[in-house]
């Protein structure tokens, strides 16, 4: 049986455990059991990940009496809307949901950032558990407690601070998940390295093409090493005031990007990561705050592993600068009407900056798209 690593999110009463291991799907019973406030769960998954693992789930969760339904919805990032959300909420009342009953989110950050916001407002908010099945969401979307949805006006607009009360990362649930979007979730999983620890990066720059194709241990070390850098930065800071905000570095970029193409799906939102990364390491060195060659060590690293570092040609998208800075512009993290950027003086030295000024954005926008 393969070893779990355990992860503590402290929280005071909102505190729980990430565990990360191979296997852990078979066990999700009995780890998830002393965390329910009764026997009873429903799964929610979408309709490529529960032919997958579904019955796995159900298997488990049945080993430990654990009584169990599920839901399954389209996948995709159109699915975290306010019309699934309804959906969901529906049918969770339509089965009886019960303020004892515990959600559990099988799939990806859609799934996990929909489920977690349903179980933030049902019934006046009830638990749930996170079981990611996505590189991005196992190193990020799983752990914190961030749950939303997208609107017309942009990604996340809409959504809660509300924290799983369990998350279960099984890396063998990698295996099956397709290249790109393995890579998408490399984006997320590198930016830990960028933000506060080079060492992390450099081993990234050795490593990442080996996790990339299925090294378990390198994956376990990838996995573990960014959800204790999440958790050590959201027990800091959970809602977001300060410290936290390091976190979207790339996001202010990346999140123009993917409003840009209406989350149709052809710029997979760790892409867009990957590019806004690149795209603020190349705004830091502009302004003199970062040297030229850290941010062509990123370029070049998210290149090698197969990442789009540039906005890629898509059909019925004409990338055009002044409209991606109307698209920072309704991010929530503007503040006073200031944008907010997450900056760099170097690999592994980001910070937050609220005084950059339009003209060199734009100019930076401009250089990218070619
Ligand atoms: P996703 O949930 O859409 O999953 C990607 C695709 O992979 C989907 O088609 C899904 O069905 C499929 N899939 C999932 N697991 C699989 C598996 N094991 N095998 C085969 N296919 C599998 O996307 P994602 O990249 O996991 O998450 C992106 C979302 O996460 C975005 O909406 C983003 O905003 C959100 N996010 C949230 C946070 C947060 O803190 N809450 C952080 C980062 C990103
Ligand atoms: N993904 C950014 C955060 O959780 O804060």
């Avoid at 295996?175 to 998408?184: C, I």
């Avoid at 299925?214 to 809602?239: F, L, M």
């Avoid at 060659?293 to 570092?309: F, I, N």
């Amino acid at each position: 049986m393969s070893e779990i690593d355990t992860l503590h999110l402290a929280l005071g009463e909102r505190s729980y455990d990430i565990l990360v291991g191979g296997g852990l799907l078979d066990r999700a019973g009995e780890l998830a059991l002393p965390v329910l406030k009764s026997p009873g769960a429903i799964i929610v998954s979408d309709d490529n990940v529960a032919p997958l693992y579904l019955e796995r789930l159900r298997q488990s969760l049945a080993g430990a009496k654990i009584d169990c339904r599920d839901v399954v919805l389209p996948a995709g990032e159109q699915t975290k809307n306010f019309r699934h959300l309804e959906e969901l909420i529906n049918r969770l009342l339509d089965m009886k949901v019960e303020r004892g009953t515990t959600l559990i989110a099988l799939g990806g950050g859609v799934i996990g950032d929909l489920v977690g916001f349903a179980a933030s407002v049902i019934l006046r908010g009830i638990d749930f558990i996170q079981v990611p099945t996505t590189l991005l969401s196992q190193v990020d979307s799983s752990v914190g407690g961030k749950t939303g949805i997208d609107t017309r006006h942009g990604k996340n607009l809409v959504g809660a601070f509300h924290q799983p009360r369990l998350v279960i990362a099984d890396l063998e649930t990698l295996d099956s998940l397709p290249a790109a979007e393995l890579r998408a979730g490399y984006a997320e999983t590198a930016k830990y390295g960028l933000i506060n620890d080079a060492g992390f990066f450099a081993w990234l720059e050795d490593a990442g093409k080996s996790l990339l194709d299925g090294d378990i241990d390198a994956r376990r070390r990838a996995v573990t090493t960014s959800c204790r850098a999440k958790a050590d930065i959201v027990a800091e800071d959970e809602r977001e005031t300060g410290k936290r905000a390091l976190l979207n570095l790339g996001h202010t970029f990346g999140h123009a990007l993917e409003a840009e193409t209406g989350f149709c799906g052809a710029l997979l939102h760790g892409e867009a990561v990957a590019i806004g990364i690149v795209m603020a390491f190349e705004l830091s060195a502009r302004l003199g705050l970062c040297p030229p060659q850290d941010t062509a060590r990123v370029r070049a690293h998210y290149s090698e592993v197969g990442l789009p570092t540039d906005p890629p040609a898509i059909e019925g998208v004409d990338w055009n600068p002044d409209r991606l800075i109307g698209h920072m512009s309704a991010d929530k993290k503007v503040e006073a009407g200031a944008i907010t950027f997450i900056l760099a003086r170097g690999i592994g030295e980001a910070f937050i900056a609220r005084d950059i000024g339009l003209d060199d954005v734009r100019a930076v926008l401009e250089s990218c798209i070619i």
